[in-house]
């Protein structure tokens, strides 16, 4: 695909940022109703451990040399799939999403070859209004991989928080306390390694990574069953433009599920985040999650509001050229 007579692409800066930002917050007024980005977000994706914006990102530009797209491949831990985001103004810029595509999975197709694997699976996300970014996909050889679901419930009508089940005991995270944090992540990586996708971070990492989503620690809860660690709830400021408390993991150990640990956490936090004057709280759920928790999200006043469907396409490395050995 080759971009419209007088287009013309270069790479992004962090001197860009003002112009991404207004890109990205018009695509996702677009796909979700509202903006979902701010200028923060957009910086750490240019300076994500695992992205060279000069060799990882592009910038669309149309004929009067304003920015009305911008691509990026992302990998938040080093290992495993690729993620390529592509962002235009719907107004302006639906001519650059195929052209920009097409230069993002041959850029995964170089990673691939730089990590000396044969192949890369590369996935992008659809949300439901944007059948032209679908069809984009399908014709480049994507399939559908996966939906998620945003859910959400009011706090106005918030009933008083219940007591706990009989043994269960909810309390903050104790952040400036290591070995609480060592086991919050215990908590977190065992109950998600028997879902589909996950990639396993050690706790330095993952130290590392969750504070990129840190609201404050009083928003994260562990929950206990009779003194034994059994639960634990990570929340994310990524839903205060709609002044709403977001719950970005519920982690539930195995032998402690369908005991009332999981929903004595989303209790007490959309408790905390009514307390904050927050009008609304949300999450999103994998479909695909053996532990079915839509069940548990309903029965706490959770309704699903929207979906985003997940394409995938694996990749072949880009074939590397050996030159020739003298005789």
Same mark, same amino acid.
């Given at each position: +695909?080759?971009? #419209?007579?007088?287009?013309?692409? $270069?790479?992004?800066?962090?001197?860009?940022?003002?112009?991404?930002?207004?890109?990205?917050?018009?695509?996702?007024?677009?796909?979700?109703?509202?903006?979902?980005?701010?200028?923060?977000?957009? %910086?750490?994706?240019?300076?994500?451990?695992?992205?060279?914006?000069?060799?990882?990102?592009?910038?669309?530009?149309?004929?009067?040399?304003?920015?009305?797209?911008?691509?990026?491949?992302?990998? #938040?831990?080093?290992?495993? $799939?690729?993620?390529?985001?592509?962002?235009?103004?719907?107004?302006?810029?639906?001519?650059?999403?195929?052209?920009? @595509?097409?230069?993002?999975?041959?850029?995964?197709?170089?990673?691939?070859? %730089?990590?000396?694997?044969?192949?890369?699976?590369?996935?992008?996300?659809?949300?439901?209004?944007?059948?032209?970014?679908?069809?984009? &996909?399908?014709?480049?050889?994507?399939?559908?991989?996966?939906? *998620?679901?945003?859910?959400?419930?009011?706090?106005?009508?918030?009933?008083? %928080?219940?007591?706990?089940?009989?043994?269960?005991?909810?309390?903050?995270?104790?952040?400036?306390?290591?070995?609480?944090?060592?086991?919050?992540?215990?908590?977190?990586? !065992?109950?998600?390694?028997? !879902? #589909?996708?996950?990639?396993?971070?050690?706790?330095?990492?993952?130290?590392?990574?969750?504070?990129?989503?840190? !609201?404050?620690?009083?928003?994260?809860?562990?929950?206990?069953?009779?003194?034994?660690?059994?639960?634990? &709830?990570?929340?994310?400021?990524?839903?205060?433009?709609?002044?709403?408390?977001?719950?970005?993991? @519920?982690?539930?150990?195995?032998?402690?599920?369908?005991?009332?640990?999981?929903?004595?956490?989303?209790? $007490?936090?959309?408790?905390?985040?009514?307390?904050?004057?927050?009008?609304?709280?949300?999450?999103?759920?994998? @479909?695909?999650?053996? !532990?079915?928790?839509?069940?548990?999200?309903?029965?706490?006043?959770?309704?699903?509001?929207?979906?985003?469907? +997940? *394409?995938? @396409?694996?990749?072949?490395?880009?074939?590397?050229?050996?030159?020739?050995?003298?005789?």
């Amino acid at each position: +695909m080759t971009f #419209p007579a007088g287009w013309s692409t $270069r790479r992004p800066t962090l001197d860009d940022v003002p112009a991404i930002l207004a890109v990205v917050h018009a695509a996702d007024t677009f796909a979700v109703g509202y903006p979902d980005f701010d200028a923060e977000d957009v %910086e750490a994706a240019l300076t994500a451990p695992y992205v060279d914006p000069a060799r990882d990102s592009w910038l669309a530009l149309d004929p009067d040399g304003e920015v009305v797209g911008w691509a990026i491949v992302d990998n #938040p831990t080093g290992v495993g $799939r690729e993620f390529v985001e592509v962002y235009v103004d719907p107004a302006r810029g639906h001519q650059a999403r195929g052209p920009l @595509l097409a230069r993002q999975l041959d850029r995964v197709a170089e990673r691939a070859a %730089e990590r000396e694997l044969p192949a890369l699976t590369v996935r992008c996300a659809v949300f439901e209004p944007e059948r032209d970014w679908q069809r984009l &996909l399908e014709e480049a050889g994507f399939t559908l991989a996966k939906r *998620y679901v945003r859910m959400h419930r009011s706090l106005a009508d918030l009933p008083a %928080e219940p007591a706990p089940p009989p043994g269960v005991t909810v309390r903050p995270v104790r952040a400036d306390d290591e070995l609480d944090l060592r086991e919050f992540h215990r908590i977190f990586d !065992t109950a998600f390694r028997d !879902t #589909p996708d996950y990639e396993p971070l050690g706790f330095a990492e993952w130290r590392k990574k969750i504070t990129q989503h840190v !609201t404050t620690w009083d928003e994260w809860f562990m929950a206990e069953v009779d003194g034994v660690a059994a639960g634990a &709830l990570q929340s994310s400021d990524q839903a205060l433009d709609q002044d709403e408390g977001f719950v970005r993991s @519920l982690s539930v150990l195995p032998a402690f599920r369908r005991r009332g640990v999981g929903a004595a956490l989303l209790r $007490r936090a959309f408790a905390r985040y009514a307390e904050k004057g927050r009008t609304a709280a949300g999450l999103g759920v994998d @479909l695909t999650n053996p !532990t079915t928790p839509l069940s548990l999200y309903r029965s706490v006043g959770l309704r699903e509001t929207r979906w985003t469907d +997940m *394409y995938e @396409l694996v990749v072949p490395a880009t074939a590397l050229t050996v030159p020739p050995t003298g005789v």
